[in-house]
């Protein structure tokens, strides 16, 4: 709002403005942080730990085989397609380090996904855990990948323990297909081939992007959004200004279960618990309860990040409650909204608070967050971060008036450069220097902020969006199908889930067959689970699908 209310209302010790020139680049970043904390272990997985000092020159080495050997420049595209092992943090600060642009990619996206994002990023090069190399396999002809990095699930544990893990993966579990990738390297290998060359510094500077970090957007196909060193860095400034009121440096050990492919947890777990000197504890399979427990007792965590099914999922998983959380400070939830039973719960339980922010992937992510100070407001998003400006517009683009219902935009040095060889796109989503998000919300006299309802017709699910037209597109694909909608319906356990409503071409066709269909081609959670057959769909004079008629009708006959 014009009168920024909410500068007021910031606990004693948060600026209204954020230091965001503090760094140029990354580089200057990740120096500062190997310096400081040195000897401090950085990130743990399945047990085994690396210092601050240690992934200092694991990063380094990476980095000189990607800048020296593989000869990739600065502007250069990495894709990163892992989960949350020792091996991402590696390969992330050693793009970032030398001015190589991250794309990250979800693990298990289909090869159909893969094409789209590896061919429209241009990316040259790619670091793949083996479990999934099997799908590059199928897609590799189509792209502009030249270098491919291969990573075994414990590659980084060392010893006998690295190797009886990935043997148990390879030949017990089985969970490693076969690929044929003759030109790939091994990521250990690659990181002892850098380790021969002199590191040298890269001129990177804060205008330079440093992640394609795709997302849908507003609507269509997933896109690339561009986001700067100067981006990326001042929303962990913005973050960490807020923060700090509750979390010390050197002191911290946080929990990461959400995947660091994901913004919410690459920027707020990676990166601004790296500035903190604090220690990350990478969850690799989290959907495995019982073991999550397990990790959890092994660890007096001051901090926990995640979303409302996950943080739901651990308050109802046997041993939780006996869990030690005399060193809890604060769990963090983004993503998808907290549910008030869901927060309530979680303070009952664990005798600290879970406090709600908001975010997209164009604003870095990070926009609001609730205070750390005990003024927090359950059911609402928080106040704006220090130098983040935030107002809410009619459909004529006219800013509403104090406590009127708006679309919420956002202006700050944390949004987006745009979307990657999407001008028009780009131009949908920006007011200027104001980005429309496509959320409507309203403030209250405090500056607290609630949403209200999603402009977009996006289906969120599990905190993942999940875009109509992508699922659309393949479903209509199948030969028995004449048209289809997508939409989404209320889930009590991920806040929406996916329904397609088909009119058919052949009427043999089943749900069932849709779904088997869809497993093919999309990842779990875009894949639909429901589906309805209909003789006609609700349609706009042009002849466009009116999914907001459909989801009307839907929620008239339907009870979820």
């Not at 960490?240 to 911290?252: A, S, W």
């Not at 999603?454 to 109509?468: A, W």
């Amino acid at each position: 709002m014009k009168d920024k209310i909410w500068l007021k209302n910031y606990p004693d010790g948060v600026n209204s403005l954020a230091n965001l020139n503090e760094y140029n680049s990354f580089a200057e970043f990740l120096d500062d942080g190997f310096e400081n904390y040195s000897d401090l272990v950085a990130f743990e997985n399945m047990g085994k730990t690396i210092t601050y000092k240690e992934l200092n020159t694991l990063s380094k080495n990476f980095s000189l085989y990607l800048t020296e050997e593989l000869k990739l420049k600065k502007g250069d595209r990495l894709i990163i397609q892992s989960p949350n092992v020792l091996q991402y943090p590696i390969a992330l600060f050693a793009a970032l380090r030398s001015g190589i642009v991250v794309v990250n990619t979800n693990p298990l996206y289909t090869p159909n996904e893969m094409q789209h994002q590896f061919k429209d990023s241009g990316a040259k090069a790619i670091l793949i855990l083996s479990n999934f190399a099997y799908n590059l396999e199928k897609v590799i002809s189509k792209t502009d990948i030249k270098h491919v990095i291969i990573s075994d699930l414990g590659d980084m544990l060392g010893g006998i323990k690295g190797f009886i893990t990935n043997f148990v993966v390879k030949h017990i579990k089985k969970m490693v297909p076969k690929y044929n990738l003759p030109e790939a390297i091994s990521f250990k290998k690659a990181i002892d081939i850098g380790s021969k060359y002199d590191f040298k510094n890269h001129n990177v500077n804060s205008d330079d992007i440093a992640f394609l970090q795709y997302t849908g957007g507003t609507t269509g196909v997933s896109k690339g959004a561009m986001l700067t060193h100067y981006n990326v860095l001042s929303n962990i400034s913005q973050i960490h200004e807020v923060m700090k009121i509750l979390l010390k440096d050197k002191k911290e050990i946080c929990i990461t279960a959400l995947p660091l492919y994901h913004i919410f947890a690459l920027v707020c777990n990676a990166l601004v618990m790296f500035k903190m000197g604090a220690k990350n504890v990478l969850i690799t399979n989290p959907r495995d309860m019982k073991g999550f427990v397990k990790e959890l007792s092994k660890h007096k965590f001051s901090v926990i990040t995640g979303v409302n099914t996950l943080f739901n999922g651990l308050i109802n998983a046997d041993g939780f409650k006996d869990l030690d959380f005399t060193k809890l400070k604060v769990a963090f939830g983004g993503g998808m909204a907290v549910q008030k039973i869901v927060a309530n719960k979680w303070k009952e339980v664990t005798g600290s608070p879970l406090s709600e922010g908001y975010g997209l992937t164009e604003t870095s992510p990070v926009v609001t967050m609730n205070p750390l100070d005990g003024t927090d407001k359950i059911g609402t998003i928080g106040l704006p971060l220090p130098s983040t400006n935030v107002k809410f517009i009619d459909d004529k683009n006219k800013e509403v008036k104090l406590g009127e219902r708006g679309e919420i935009c956002v202006n700050g040095p944390q949004v987006m450069k745009g979307y990657w060889q999407r001008q028009n796109e780009t131009s949908e989503v920006m007011l200027g220097d104001w980005l429309k998000t496509g959320d409507i919300g309203v403030m209250d006299k405090d500056g607290f902020i609630k949403i209200v309802d999603r402009k977009k017709e996006m289906i969120l699910v599990s905190g993942f969006n999940v875009f109509p037209n992508e699922v659309e597109h393949i479903i209509s694909s199948h030969p028995k199908v004449l048209e289809v909608g997508v939409i989404g319906v209320p889930d009590k356990k991920t806040t929406e889930a996916v329904k397609a409503v088909i009119v058919k071409k052949d009427e043999s066709l089943t749900d069932k067959e849709i779904i088997e269909y869809s497993k093919e081609k999309l990842t779990s959670y875009k894949c639909p689970k429901h589906v309805s057959f209909v003789d006609d769909l609700p349609k706009s004079n042009v002849g466009k699908i009116l999914r907001r008629i459909i989801k009307e009708n839907d929620l008239k006959i339907n009870s979820y």
